[in-house]
């Protein structure tokens, strides 16, 4: 997955550039932008007041644990924004894939995981 922060009054340039592939990848020319990004996606939880993240029939904030994209996701949308002030993008790079009913033994975020792992 990607993410591409962009201001708000410009959003057709991406200023910075964020990747899971396991590990967050970086990149931007803008060194204030890189310092402000790596903080926010140091490897702690991140708390998020989001339906999409609750079990069912939950209410209140969600803690999500680092290491998987589901992390990545929500600390792009949480802190990323908030650290920078730029507006978060997310590009999920799947070209491939859909309904497999042969693989419905595997989770969401595990078919999410297989697609989105990078290929050699």
Known sequence: MQVDYVRADDPENVVATARWDGAVR???????VRGQLEAAYRPTPVVVDDGAYRRLG???????????????????????????GLVARLIPGVSEGGFDPAAGY???????????????
């Open 106 to 120: 595997r989770s969401f975020e595990a078919t999410i995981e297989r697609l989105s792992a990078p290929r050699d």
């Open 26 to 32: 970086i990149e931007t020319a803008d060194d204030a």
């Open 58 to 84: 939950t209410s209140g904030e969600v803690t999500i644990q680092p290491g998987d994209l589901e992390w990545f996701r929500a600390a792009s949308q949480v802190r990323g924004s908030a650290a920078t």
